[in-house]
């Protein structure tokens, strides 16, 4: 098989996560070998995934927007978008906090609601 990488991977045994459908949908992976610009990802089921994806290994303090670059069907490739790709995009760890701040926020409004039409 021809290598065209410009960068050698690395083998490695982390665990990742990829998001996708406005990060409403998550599915944990493995991811087996990694370098700054892309990563083997390895899981239950690559098919249902899209084209692109929020990427994450919490290990290396890495959260990216990635593009499949193949796929089969357990494992997929990714490469990932370049800085100037992501834009204004937030990162999935900070979105998921906002995410349990807004529950929690309105779980304490629903709680002082009840309370104040008890008295």
């Avoid at 892309?38 to 692109?52: V, Y």
């Amino acid at each position: 098989m021809l290598e065209r990488r410009q960068l050698p991977r690395n083998r490695v045994y982390y665990g990742g996560m990829v998001a996708f459908n406005g990060r409403n949908s998550t599915l944990d992976c493995v991811v087996r070998n990694f370098s700054p610009r892309g990563a083997k990802i390895e899981f239950e089921n690559s098919a249902m995934l899209p084209d692109r994806v929020d990427f994450e290994v919490a290990r290396r303090g890495l959260s990216c927007l990635a593009r499949l670059v193949w796929r089969d069907q357990n494992t997929a490739g990714l490469m990932f978008s370049e800085e100037r790709e992501m834009g204004d995009v937030v990162p999935l760890d900070w979105a998921r906090k906002l995410r349990a701040s807004e529950r929690a926020n309105r779980r304490l409004k629903s709680r002082l609601d009840q309370i104040l039409s008890e008295h």
